[in-house]
């Protein structure tokens, strides 16, 4: 192959990769069109193509080196095979009428998977290339230097062998020796720095390289969850007094479950016990034992109540796939597809998606360890807790897993470990008593010179906890401010212990707090206010910004700040930070439900004081400039006004706690949702989430134009709308920038009152439109509120048939969302239609199918009017859908209808038995071919499941 044949094969190549790249993008649009398999051909496309070009380049700049070019014909069978894989997938784009993750399957993995990874071995062998001509050069270079040498050396055993001195050499010999000697001084110099450049060019290179991975690995790690439990680890296991802990390691039940595969090690115990300190002595054991050993997993899991926004089932689960990742030496192909799949659809990634790779990465390993603490304190609402079991323990069943588990003695949850290992933790003497002589210098120092007073100390204390670890922190903490040894020995005849211990201790605590200077009463009852009813748990900069805040100040004076040392030593040892995270927290759960309880004993108003204080700190003059224009001015935002970002998202939900909405708090309210550049500033800060390192512009990516009245509507602060209605001061008909109104977003929030409210002014449309297409209606539908479904439907103002941009009605949603009783009330209405078609030609039933609705598929399929054999713009049926996704439930109801053609092909010609037998499906293979289906040559692929 000569250079220009070479050339001329690479352009063609070329053109051909950029002609299948334009069809590609063709199928580029909503996310219900995405693709993974969609996604593997335009990612292999792109690479192909930049290493092309890259090799044309490199070829362009050594193009009148014909030796060079015709080393390289051996690539001449790569580039035939390229065309090949080229024409293949060109062929399917061009004769495929839809390409998404529900048409490609099987053709996929038979035709185009073999021609992606043609062009991707192509790819490195171009690489491969590139780097070996690099070297050829090099070698060239050595090759003439040594000729050089040799040619001097020549020289020399002349002039030796002759008995001639240089300076006896003809004038033209002797320059001829110069001009060599220079020669080899001049290459040997040149070759020596064309290595020093190429090893600092290839480590450079190494370096980039290696960097843009770690930036792509980090940026899909995020991706899959930012939230890590490291910080917690790390806070945790400081906390441990050296040589606490030690039992629990040396028990038998440890060493039998850290021994054994699939093995459950459940050790329940009382509030206060020290579940979650042992809990990170075991993964601090797990990680140093098996530090070494890469073949070991392990992920673990801090539950806990103050986070449970957080703490989703979906939430936990991505958590130990994103360990488990980690855990490896490089990204999975399984993950970096996913990625791949999602990464621009700006959606959270499939809860089964999610179990799908959490399973997949599991068995990369050849042993896993999951620990999760406080398995009590996981989100109860919404079936979560029992979820999250029922995942943990069907993962542990299928793969080679070992869980451990705290949790205090909840039936449901101790039920679920019945027949596991387990272990109660009770704080032991040996512990007690190591972490009383840990921390007896806090004491008094008269304590310090008196050794029988400190062995006094400890034996009351041991005796006192009776296993609560965190009452031996309590009674120390008790006895900080006793004057004399008698004033500590009185003290020990009245340490609380028994049931009530907890909330003797705490009343204990405030008793003293109650007894310090006026100041630090104060602060103190507002630092432990504030964690008590924050909404989330804050950093001691937060919470020293919240403090600070003078009510009609229009900025922060920094003088005001209080100390964080202060703010913890006025609390009587009830409040404590995570040196990690810089988190300020009560020192236990039971402080915390402690204090809801006896939240009006002993601070009544905090839930206006914070409002107030976030409406103060939301008006500061600073946030005049409204809307930042770019990611970078709005972290800026975040940087200098730490506080912004709570204020911004939390204050709505203290307003509708508050007790009394005052004239003062009423003014300050109104005053700063009439100023629109201040709500814009707020409603960014509220909206903008950046939920992983890779996306871009996301603080652009909120509604702009949002009112106050939008951003009421939106928290539901009922009696702040009624003020704003009353005062007539807004448009309640007002529209942001993606088109929606308050109603829209009162709707979608599930806020009944407020809708009713709305509507009562009769000034809204009830029927308003966004930007979408989508109606007040639509946006409660999915959400779920039926409610507020009824509450519309009844007005007679609106359209139950409404379709949005995708065609969608609210019975589409509602069949998708799996929302029953809603799909029941849409279709008592008489006046939707059951059968509307999409954009893409489904029907309601069809979302039903699909989602794996078997509730819903009986509802519509018990109305009469619904065809169950409709055809999507595809040809495919619900009962090809079910079969595709393996709903047999699903199947049998749509069989028993008797109203489906089981021989039904699609675009493609594949029929339901097609499917099933392609997937594995074998039940349902069976189920269709008991309804005497046809088994004929269309059916390809079903002998593989006979």
Not at 270 to 297: H, M, Y
Not at 356 to 368: F, G, N
Not at 574 to 590: F, G, M, P
Not at 847 to 859: F, N, S, W, Y
Request: hydrophobic letters at 35%; a negative charge; glycine letters at 6%.
């Amino acid at each position: 192959m000569d250079g220009l044949s070479l050339a001329a094969s690479i352009i063609a190549v070329i053109q051909l990769a950029g002609s299948c790249l334009k069809l590609s993008r063709r199928w580029i649009g909503p996310s219900e069109f995405g693709s993974s398999d969609l996604a593997s051909i335009t990612t292999a496309l792109y690479e192909f193509n930049g290493a092309m070009k890259n090799f044309q380049t490199h070829l362009e700049i050594h193009e009148d080196d014909e030796a060079r070019l015709s080393s390289l014909d051996y690539l001449k069978p790569a580039f035939e095979r390229c065309k090949e894989a080229l024409d293949i997938i060109k062929y399917f784009m061009e004769h495929t009428g839809f390409i998404g993750k529900h048409l490609i399957g099987p053709k996929f993995d038979r035709r185009l998977k073999p021609s992606l990874k043609a062009l991707d071995g192509a790819k490195e062998l171009l690489m491969l290339a590139l780097h070996a001509d690099q070297q050829t050069i090099l070698c060239g270079v050595e090759r003439y230097i040594r000729n050089i040498a040799e040619d001097l050396r020549d020289i020399h055993d002349v002039v030796k062998n002759n008995g001639t001195k240089l300076d006896g050499l003809s004038k033209e010999q002797s320059e001829h020796f110069k001009q060599a000697s220079g020669w080899q001084e001049e290459a040997t110099t040149d070759l020596k720095r064309l290595r020093e450049d190429g090893d600092s060019t290839y480590q450079e290179v190494k370096r980039v390289r290696r960097e843009q991975e770690d930036c792509q690995r980090q940026t899909i790690l995020d991706w899959i969850t930012p939230i890590g439990y490291a910080h917690q680890q790390s806070d945790f296991i400081a906390r441990r007094q050296a040589g606490t802990g030690q039992w629990l390691l040396d028990s038998t039940e440890y060493q039998t479950w850290v021994e054994t595969d699939k093995q459950t090690l459940f050790c329940p115990g009382i509030p206060g016990a020290g579940k979650t300190i042992l809990t990170s002595i075991v993964v601090e054991d797990l990680t140093t034992r098996f530090q070494n050993d890469k073949s070991i997993g392990i992920a673990y899991l801090y539950c806990n109540f103050r986070r449970q926004h957080e703490q989703k089932v979906g939430d936990l689960v991505a958590s130990l796939l994103k360990q488990l990742t980690q855990g490896r030496s490089s990204l999975p192909n399984t993950i970096k597809s996913l990625y791949d799949s999602y990464k621009d659809r700006q959606t959270r990634l499939p809860f089964d998606d999610i179990l799908r790779a959490l399973q997949s990465i599991v068995t990369m390993y050849s042993r896993v360890f999951i620990v999760i603490d406080a398995l009590d304190e996981c989100q109860v609402s919404h079936s979560c807790q029992k979820a999250f079991l029922s995942e943990l323990l069907s993962l542990q069943a299928k793969c080679q897993v070992n869980l451990f588990a705290t949790s205090r003695f909840i039936p449901e949850i101790t039920g679920k470990f019945q027949g596991s290992i387990s272990l109660e933790i009770r704080a032991s003497e040996h512990d007690v008593r190591r972490y009383v002589d840990g921390h007896m210098s806090h004491l008094p120092s008269f304590v310090e010179r008196n050794p029988d007073l400190q062995e006094e100390i400890k034996t009351e204390i041991v005796k006192a906890v009776d296993g609560m670890f965190l009452l031996a922190q309590l009674h120390l903490d008790s006895l900080v401010g006793k004057r004399s040894p008698k004033a500590v020995r009185a003290a020990f005849k009245i340490l609380p212990s028994g049931s009530n211990a907890y909330d003797s201790a705490y009343k204990d605590a405030m008793i003293r707090i109650e007894g310090q200077a006026a100041d630090q009463e104060e602060l103190a009852k507002e630092v432990l206010s504030w964690i008590t009813c924050a909404k989330r748990p804050l950093t001691t900069l937060e919470l020293q910004h919240a403090l600070a805040v003078e009510v009609g100040e229009s900025e922060l004076d920094e003088g005001n700040f209080s100390e964080v040392e202060d703010m913890v030593s006025v609390c009587a040892g009830l409040v404590t930070i995570d040196e990690e995270s810089n988190i300020i927290r009560l020192v236990h759960y039971t402080t915390q439900e402690y204090f809801e309880r006896t939240q009006s004993d002993w601070f009544p108003d905090v839930e206006t004081n914070i409002t107030i204080t976030c409406i103060n700190y939301l008006s500061f003059n600073v946030f005049e400039r409204g809307f930042c224009q770019t990611d970078d001015e709005f972290e800026k935002r975040l940087q200098s006004n730490p506080f912004f970002e709570y204020a911004a998202r939390c204050w709505g939900y203290h307003a509708r706690k508050a007790s009394t909405l005052s004239q003062a708090l009423s003014q300050a309210v109104v005053s700063f949702l009439v100023s629109e550049a201040k709500v814009d500033a707020s409603s960014q800060g509220l909206l903008a989430i950046k939920q992983h390192s890779s996306h871009l512009n996301y603080s652009q990516k909120v509604p702009r134009w949002m009112t106050g009245l939008h951003l009421t509507v939106y928290f539901g602060v009922e009696p702040v709308v009624k003020l704003l209605l009353d005062i007539s001061k807004v448009d309640a008909n007002s529209k942001d920038y993606d088109g929606r109104t308050p109603l829209s977003w009162a709707a979608e929030n599930g806020h009944e009152a407020i809708v009713k409210l709305l509507l009562d002014t009769g000034k809204v449309d009830a029927e308003s439109k966004d930007n979408y297409g989508r109606t007040p209606l639509s946006w409660a539908t999915t959400s779920g509120h039926g409610a507020i479904v009824k509450l519309l439907l009844d007005t007679g103002k609106v359209d139950a048939n409404s379709k949005d941009v995708l065609g969608w009605t609210p019975l589409s949603w509602a069949a998708e969302s799996g929302h029953e009783a809603i799909t029941k009330l849409l279709l008592d209405t008489s006046k939707v239609d059951a059968n509307s078609k999409d954009n893409i030609g489904w029907t309601p039933l069809s979302r039903a199918v699909r989602a794996g609705h078997e509730a819903i598929v009986k509802l519509l399929l018990d109305t009469s009017k619904v065809n169950a054999d409709s055809k999507d713009n595809y040809s495919r049926t619900p009962l090809l859908w079910a079969t595709k996704s393996g709903h047999g439930a699903i199947i049998k109801l749509l069989l028993d209808t008797g109203k489906v053609d089981a021989n039904s092909k699609d675009d493609l010609g594949w029929t339901p038995l097609s499917w099933a037998a392609e997937s594995g499906y074998e039940a349902i293979v069976k189920l269709l071919l008991k309804k005497g289906v046809e088994v004929g040559k269309e059916n390809r692929g079903e002998e593989i499941a006979l």
